[in-house]
């Protein structure tokens, strides 16, 4: 018994080790460079860490303004933690995800015990152990989850704090302590306020909680429900507020899908639901899950999906027992999980969207594992066959998703992240001191965010496409950065004179020009 | 008596669905599996393989895993929801769904120990693209064995409580998609 427990710790400790070596070895070069999110946030956490101000002066603030919308205020304030400890840094902004996405493996352990620890003696304790144990094991090596924790996402963050508020909640179920209920409920409040997408999950979630609660509310003690009840009320009044007022909508506004302006009311009443249920059901699409994901490269490695496709039948099996035994807690729980987990990312397009309805995945991995448990389970020896055979292409497409991640990755997708906008700031840093004047085309947006972060005292002028020297800059030693040129383009002719002195190239496989600097 | 009406009510809504397809030209390639395909992305990959020993390239991006990795691929798709949705309508998926549920649950019938192979097995006829078949009756062959097996579904959901209710609102909703945003049109574009 004694050895059996050392052996099931033991294997945690591997898989946890596993988790964290898969999230933090080269993070900061692997996905390359920030993407303008990260570098808004980590802007943010810098300010907030060195003057308690976000970017545009405000005094600690609940709701960070950026690029035209509002960002939640955990990942950021986390990111300031972060910085505090590893200085201005790329590993810095990612260090928060990565941490928590390695933690995660290790509270799904202790939710899937619990949850399955519900279950009466459905399932002997053997099993629960045995697929707590696979449902870290599958968090630690999915696609998706490492993809996340890689990446400064809040998504990913939330995701912990929602496992966190679910296991603190199974435990207040099982021990009473008020402690973990308070814990419990300021989880999920921290995960309404990590990322947009739990303004629905939340509540419907922390509904189903209460619900539970009342119903199995004893008259003697009444006092935690309604304390907690107060509690959570006064935790999401600025939320409510926020999330009413002009700016809370704003990212609403912009990502929804139900944006058809010409059509009249009646018809918005008949296609909008309909819409809503196309996106809806996208979320449950095979080829999402399994091989090729949401298509956007920040989110997904050219090849695979979300999970791995040896992981399909088990997911497949998974759900069939769940079925099965649907009257259980467990049952009911991950099918209630399951259902909402698309229900906010489904009003926004496009559809699927790997960030927006990450929640998704913990119900997916946890059947998987559930089905592979119970297929190993069953005494018959074709099943066994067939397990280590999925077992041996696992290993294969594990290997091959390592080497698409570590290989193809890096030279593939240049574009989706910003390594070379940090080359451009580096670059014209380095250069300001000969130039009286710097001007970068607006075609590059995201430059100023990169100089906020990486050289705020760089000054430059944000020019449109049509732009000439002035004629009061006629002396000035001016440095133009503009995307690709040729030195026969007749716009770039008019200019007083022109020298090209440096090209920028995406670090993909292209090696084609990003930025051109010229001097005027 | 009820429940007959319900699988005809059902079978129509299943064929209007289908209908969509009929006037199609070709099925995205995306549903096919070539090995010319195949060749191309294998030449592409292999071109990003920079600083890395030839076993390894060998290994990961030869024919046989990409014939299967694509297989995969082509076969989920007949499997997505939302294709299901645009071929034998919501209540067909679901009544697919029942069906797969009770045939793994229940003792099993010749008839559809048959069926059940026929419905997995079919969606080969269209990965494989055997192009003399116009593409709606390629279609079809898959499609028809489905909507009997969703009819059998169906008809399993019907006897249990309050199935007749989930299946009149399925159904309301199936024809309400259909009537406002059926999307067949961009799985199999129109000659």
Redesign the interface.
């Known amino acids: 018994m004694l050895v059996r427990m050392k052996l099931r710790k033991l294997f945690l400790a591997i898989i946890l080790l596993l988790a964290a070596f898969l999230r933090f070895y080269q993070v900061d070069q692997i996905p390359h460079g920030l993407y303008i999110d990260e570098v808004s946030i980590a802007y943010n956490a810098h300010t907030i860490l060195h003057e308690g101000k976000d970017e545009y002066g405000m005094q600690m603030p609940l709701f960070f303004k950026a690029f035209g919308e509002y960002k939640m205020p955990v990942a950021i304030y986390l990111t300031s933690a972060s910085m505090a400890i590893f200085g201005k840094t790329d590993f810095a902004v990612r260090f928060p995800s990565a941490l928590l996405g390695t933690l995660l493996v290790f509270i799904l352990y202790l939710f899937v015990k619990e949850l399955f620890g519900r279950s009466g003696k459905k399932i002997t304790p053997k099993s629960i152990e045995a697929i707590a144990l696979l449902s870290s094991f599958f968090a630690a090596i999915s696609p998706v989850t490492i993809q996340m924790s890689r990446g400064g996402f809040e998504a990913n963050i939330a995701l912990f704090f929602y496992l966190l508020g679910g296991w603190l909640f199974l435990r207040y179920l099982k021990n009473q302590k008020v402690l973990f209920l308070f814990s419990s409920l300021s989880s999920f409040i921290v995960t309404i306020y990590t990322y947009n997408s739990y303004r629905l999950i939340i509540p419907l979630t922390l509904g189903l909680c209460f619900w539970y609660l009342f119903k199995h509310m004893k008259q003697k003690n009444q006092k935690p429900f309604y304390s907690a009840l107060g509690f959570v009320i006064i935790m999401l009044i600025p939320l409510v507020v926020f999330s009413f007022s002009g700016a809370g909508a704003s990212r609403f506004v912009e990502t929804s899908a139900f944006t058809q302006p010409y059509l009249n009311f009646w018809q918005k009443l008949g296609i909008y639901p309909m819409i809503y249920l196309q996106n809806y059901v996208s979320y449950f699409s095979l080829p999402f899950l399994f091989a090729s994901g949401d298509g956007f490269g920040r989110h997904t490695i050219l090849d695979m999906g979300n999970l791995f496709r040896w992981q399909l039948p088990f997911l497949i099996v998974g759900l069939f027992f769940m079925l099965k035994n649907r009257s259980t807690f467990y049952a009911k729980l991950l099918l209630f999980v399951l259902l909402i987990a698309p229900i906010t990312a489904a009003f926004t397009r496009p559809s699927p969207h790997t960030l927006r309805s990450l929640l998704i995945i913990l119900p997916l991995i946890i059947l998987c594992a559930y089905g592979c448990v119970t297929l190993w389970q069953k005494q018959r020896k074709l099943l066994k066959a067939i397990v280590l055979g999925i077992g041996i292409f696992a290993i294969y497409e594990t290997a091959f998703y390592f080497h698409m991640y570590y290989v193809h990755y890096p030279l593939r997708t240049a574009p989706d992240w910003g390594s070379e906008y940090h080359q451009l700031i580096t670059e014209a840093s380095r250069l300001q001191p000969q130039y009286d004047e710097i001007v970068i085309d607006n075609q590059f947006a995201g430059a100023p965010a990169y100089r906020n972060f990486y050289n705020s005292n760089l000054k430059f002028h944000l020019i449109d496409g049509g732009w000439r020297k002035p004629l009061a800059w006629e002396k000035k030693k001016v440095l133009y950065i503009t995307q690709e040129h040729s030195q026969e383009d007749p716009a770039l002719k008019k200019t007083l004179f022109h020298t090209r002195i440096k090209d920028i190239r995406y670090a993909d496989r292209t090696k084609s020009i990003f930025a051109q600097f010229w001097e005027l | 008596m009820k429940n007959k009406l319900l699988l005809l009510i059902i079978l129509l809504g299943e064929l209007f669905t289908f209908s969509f397809w009929v006037p199609c030209a070709k099925v995205l390639d ?1 549903f096919h599996f070539t090995t010319y395909d195949l060749q191309l992305r294998l030449i592409e ?1 292999i ?4 600083f ?1 020993p030839l076993w ?1 390239t060998r ?2 991006h030869n024919k046989f ?1 990409g014939a299967l ?1 694509d297989l ?2 082509s076969y ?2 007949f ?4 294709f299901l ?1 645009n071929t034998i309508s ?1 209540v067909g998926a679901v009544g697919v769904g029942v069906m797969f ?1 009770h045939f ?2 229940q003792k099993k019938s010749r008839i559809t120990g048959v069926l059940f192979t026929l419905v997995l097995l079919l969606p080969f006829v269209e990965i494989f693209n055997v192009s003399q078949i116009p593409p709606s009756i390629r279609v079809g062959i898959f499609i028809l064995p489905l909507i009997c097996w969703s009819l059998m579904g169906c008809w399993h959901l019907s006897k249990k409580k309050r199935g007749t209710w989930i299946i009149f609102v399925l159904m309301l ?1 199936s024809v ?2 259909e ?3 059926a ?1 067949a049109h961009l799985l199999c574009p129109r000659p």
């Open positions: 995306k990959r071109h990003y393989d920079q890395v390894e290994v990961f895993a990795f995969i691929r989920v798709q499997w997505d929801l939302g949705i919501l549920y793994c649950t909703v309400w998609y009537v406002s945003i999307s």
